[in-house]
């Protein structure tokens, strides 16, 4: 930022009734820092029978029946991705 690079990630979710997708968006040319992505879901209302990247692949996660979450992995530095979820 003070070199006049910088990144800006933005995240829109679409939830429904029958799942919910995630999708990350960024704008810049600062490189990413980290090495994977970790996104929590709160209020799912049952373990997922799908949760998957935006080319289909099976993707890490976790569900949490008491506490209703759900944790998903993308196991790459990336801030441009979407996956999506299904119970």
Same mark, same amino acid.
Request: proline share 5%; charged share 25%; aromatic share 10%.
């Given at each position: ?27 810049? !040319? /600062?490189? @990413? ?5 970790? *996104? ?8 997922? %029978? ?11 996660? !976790? /569900?949490? @029946? ?5 944790? *998903? ?8 991705? %979407? ?5």
């Amino acid at each position: 930022f003070r070199a006049g690079k910088s990144r800006l990630v933005r995240f829109a979710c679409d939830a429904s009734d029958a799942g919910i997708s995630v999708k990350s968006s960024s704008l810049g !040319d /600062y490189p @990413a820092w980290w090495s994977a992505v970790r *996104v929590v879901i709160h209020a799912v209302p049952r373990a997922p %029978q799908s949760v998957v990247d935006e080319a289909g692949a099976k993707l890490a996660h !976790d /569900y949490d @029946a008491a506490r209703k979450t759900l944790v *998903v992995s993308l196991p790459r530095a990336s801030s441009d991705f %979407q996956l999506m979820a299904r119970w």
